[in-house]
């Protein structure tokens, strides 16, 4: 079955650096992945989606990059700031009308 | 739009009793999620409907778990009898089929059963 895997201990970084987080997975590429965010206490929220067929996505201070060969998308924030210090998940969907798996999450620390 | 609404948002019942769950999805989805995340195991989907037809319900754990979907605008996901081991939060999310605008999320449903 699929495997995603996120760096499962927390990132900390100092305020104004960039942040990179990793997500990997096993098995066949999806044909979307997303990242979401999720504070203590709410459900996720949906930031960024970058399609197979895409190198890499920015919105603001955001960036995505999704190597198929390599099987794995990086996520980046510039420009850190403490109010990005949140859960950050990526997730896979294979297929239109298909289902969206998580991974674990990777917990970001943005210090001042 | 308000968003995904679920309720209860808090429920505590003890063990054996029936759970139900509530959701009313964005108006205009057309696919709904029902997702359970726990620190051990994350997020999990338990089942997911498209156009109010339930297509994978390879999640759900058990038998005492069952949703439905009667229209566009409410599903619900019922626990019966309840376990100490099903306390968890309980998401519900809707997205359009095709999935690229990505997912909406509720608050949730955090379930306590002792």
């Known amino acids: 079955s699929q495997k995603i895997e996120q760096n499962s201990e927390a990132l900390n970084i100092q305020e104004g650096k960039t942040a990179t987080l990793t997500c990997n997975y096993t098995n066949y590429s999806p044909a979307y992945l997303q990242w979401y965010r999720q504070d203590p206490g709410r459900g996720p929220v949906f930031l960024l989606l970058?399609?197979?067929?895409?190198k890499e996505k920015r919105k603001e201070r955001l960036k995505v990059t999704f190597d198929t060969t390599l099987k794995q998308s990086l996520f980046h924030i510039t420009a850190s700031q403490p109010a990005d210090s949140a859960t950050y998940l990526c997730a896979l969907l294979y297929n239109q009308g298909g289902k969206l798996i998580f991974g674990q999450g990777t917990e970001l620390s943005v210090k001042p | 739009d308000a968003g995904v609404i679920q309720s209860p948002r808090h429920e505590v019942t003890e063990m054996g009793q029936e759970v139900t769950l509530r959701c009313k999805p964005i108006s205009g989805h057309n696919s709904l999620f029902w997702y359970r995340q726990t620190m051990m195991r994350g997020l999990e989907l338990l089942i997911y409907?498209?156009?109010?037809?339930?297509?994978?319900d390879s999640g759900m754990p058990e038998d005492r778990f069952s949703a439905k979907m009667p229209n566009a605008s409410f599903s619900t996901l019922k626990i019966q009898p309840s376990e100490p081991r099903d306390s968890a939060v309980y998401f519900c999310a809707s997205s359009l089929i095709t999935g690229e605008s990505g997912y909406t999320f509720g608050s949730g449903t955090r379930l306590t059963v002792v």
């Open positions: 970058i399609r197979e067929n895409e």
């Open positions: 409907f498209n156009n109010n037809v339930p297509i994978d």
